[in-house]
């Protein structure tokens, strides 16, 4: 390249929008962190794959400096509704609790509020180093709700699951609207990056008919099935995880979301059938669904994958804080110190996260692995000196300290600052809106 070239070539990178330069895999050089479970490395990532990790021949990458951070896999959450983030803190109002406040809001919700919503819970997710996630989208008022979601999540480069749902306000008697999601699945198939799942209602919250042609349906279509199931105390006498083991309702394809009151014989089965859980500590204590049972998951040797839930009940995003509640859970049951290692507890908002989304080659570094990767600083003045990197990243670490976020190769997050994201547009246009929407429903 001769000076005009390069010029001429350094002129278009600058003149690019943010947004597009953001959306650019490259050939990158990730140099000077320690490494999860490997120590000091450099790290190469070609495309969106990690290609080589230690001393790699790096010629014409782009060298990134990472020195005093540590190095871990991008964080899986297994169970957002992201449709509502914009209501963030309206799980409590004068009209009551959780369901009572968000009822009049989940009526007069519109696909600009779900697809702004998105837009907001993916600027949070990268923020704190959560790079997969599974939209359970439970307001699904017709599909252009689900489109408008589902339009949020490709462009904003996510990876995982949109788990395509229902009306908050359908009847336990009513099904779900199949030809509108066959439509959906007709218009939208499945990216590198995504693929179309279902949310039900399940045994707990509609009648058998109804839950039953569910899953037919859902199986039918090789789709993925979510549900939530012996959330609360009521739900717990229910008995339905294990009809849901009798009837074949159970299995690798059915992840159960909470069973906070589910029995020792309900966790036996479950991980008899491979069915996974996902749990939300932050939100079953704070709804009242119970102290989540960490330990006896872990013991019956569950699937487990952590979630942040939804941002009307939890506040924030934070995985980093998920991971230590879900740690001390299982200490505090077992009045035992250290009862499930931070390694555990590590594993499940990575690699074990991941697995039981269905997805392999993600939450380990090491080549052939997607590039999806987070910097976390390690001079903070609440992360060091470092005793383990285990336990920096399950207790220490905030998402304040993530430095970098790289998913699928592309710069998501950089110097503690969003990558191709003007955020405070996006705040701007979330706070407008949010006002309009409790205007509308009569909520103060
Ligand atoms: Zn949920």
Redesign the pocket.
């Known amino acids: 390249m001769n000076r005009r070239q390069m010029l001429a070539a350094t002129a278009a990178t600058t003149l690019l929008p943010a947004a597009l330069r953001a959306q650019t895999p490259q050939r990158l050089l990730l140099k000077g962190a320690e490494v999860l479970g490997i120590g000091p490395a450099d790290v190469l990532i070609e495309g969106d794959r990690i290609a080589a990790i230690g001393q790699p021949d790096a010629a014409g990458a782009e060298v990134i400096d990472m020195s005093g951070t540590l190095l871990m896999p991008g964080m899986v959450d297994t ?1 957002w ?1 992201m449709w509502n983030t914009i209501a963030r803190g309206m799980g409590q109002t004068d009209l009551g609790g959780f369901s009572n406040s968000m009822a009049p809001l989940a009526k007069i919700w519109t696909p600009e509020a779900a697809a702004l919503s998105v837009q907001l819970a993916l600027a949070e997710a990268w923020t704190s180093g959560i790079t997969t996630v599974h939209n ?1 989208a ?1 307001n699904t008022r017709s599909a252009e709700f689900a489109a408008a979601e589902w339009e949020a999540m490709r462009d904003g480069g996510i990876r995982g699951i949109f788990a395509y749902g229902y009306p908050q306000d359908l009847k336990p008697g009513e099904r779900m609207d199949f030809a509108a999601l066959r439509a959906f699945r007709e218009r939208f198939a499945d990216t590198g990056t995504m693929r179309l799942g279902l949310c039900t209602r399940g045994p707990d919250r509609s009648e058998d008919r109804i839950w039953q042609e569910e899953w037919r349906i859902a199986r039918e279509m090789g789709l993925p099935i979510t549900s ?1 199931v012996a959330s609360d105390r009521k739900g717990g006498t229910l008995g339905n995880i294990a009809r849901m083991a009798e009837g074949g309702f159970l299995g690798r394809d059915v992840q159960i ?2 069973a906070t009151q589910a029995s020792d014989e309900d966790f036996r089965l479950m991980a008899q059938h491979g069915s996974p859980v996902s749990i ?1 500590p932050w ?1 079953e204590l704070e709804v009242g669904y119970g102290i989540p049972p960490v330990a006896r998951m872990a013991a019956a040797g569950l699937r487990i994958g952590l979630s942040v ?2 941002m009307v009940l939890a506040g924030n995003a934070d995985m980093f804080g998920v991971m230590k509640v879900t740690s001390d859970l299982a200490s505090g049951q077992t009045e035992t110190q250290g009862a499930v290692k931070d390694a555990t507890v590590l594993h499940w908002a990575t690699a074990g996260g991941a697995e039981t989304l269905g997805i392999a080659d993600l939450g380990m570094i090491a080549p052939g692995m997607l590039a999806d990767l987070v910097a976390v600083r390690t001079d903070a003045v609440n992360t060091a000196p470092v005793r383990t990197p285990e336990f920096l990243l399950t207790h220490a670490a905030h998402p304040g300290n993530v430095d970098t976020v790289i998913a699928g190769g592309i710069l998501r997050k950089r110097g503690g600052a969003l990558v191709g994201i003007d955020h405070t547009a996006l705040l701007a246009e979330a706070t407008r809106l949010m006002a309009s929407l409790r205007r509308r429903a009569g909520i103060d």
């Open positions: 169970h509704h359970w439970h939530h979301v909470h939300s939100t839930d939804n």
